[in-house]
């Protein structure tokens, strides 16, 4: 099995910033790709920034300027850099990867969220 853990999250004024951070365990060969998505009260999950194993980078127009994507490959652990935080990147905050688990093929895994709330 596979888990996620996410940290960081938190309360922070407009204009502030956040790290996150998502850290993978268990039977894990590599990861393929991992990905932030967040998901505001009433509203759908969506996709924050996402990058590859090789380090290629996607980020949402919402937030692109704002926020960095960043791994390191040898710790299975993901971070998102969080700055100029607006009262609309109010969310909780989920971890994804997609996981080589060796012969048993690839596996999408999610963590449990992390909050994070900007105060105007």
């Known amino acids: 099995q596979v888990q996620l853990v996410e940290s960081g999250g938190g309360l922070v004024q407009a204009g502030g910033s956040l790290r996150l951070s998502c850290a993978a365990s268990?039977?894990?060969?590599?990861?393929?790709?991992m990905a932030w998505h967040r998901q505001a009260p009433g509203k759908q999950r969506e996709l924050v920034a996402q990058?590859?194993?090789?380090?290629?980078?996607n980020y949402a127009a919402s937030v692109k300027g704002r926020f960095t994507i960043s791994t390191d490959n040898a710790k299975n652990q993901m971070n998102l850099q969080l700055t100029s935080l607006k009262p609309e990147d109010t969310a909780v905050y989920y971890c994804?990867?997609?996981?080589?688990?060796?012969?048993?093929?690839?596996?999408?895994?999610w963590g449990q969220g992390t909050q994070v709330t900007v105060s105007s």
């Open positions: 990058i590859t194993r090789r380090g290629s980078t």
């Open positions: 268990g039977i894990i060969v590599s990861i393929t790709d």
């Open positions: 994804y990867a997609n996981v080589d688990r060796g012969w048993s093929g690839n596996y999408d895994y």
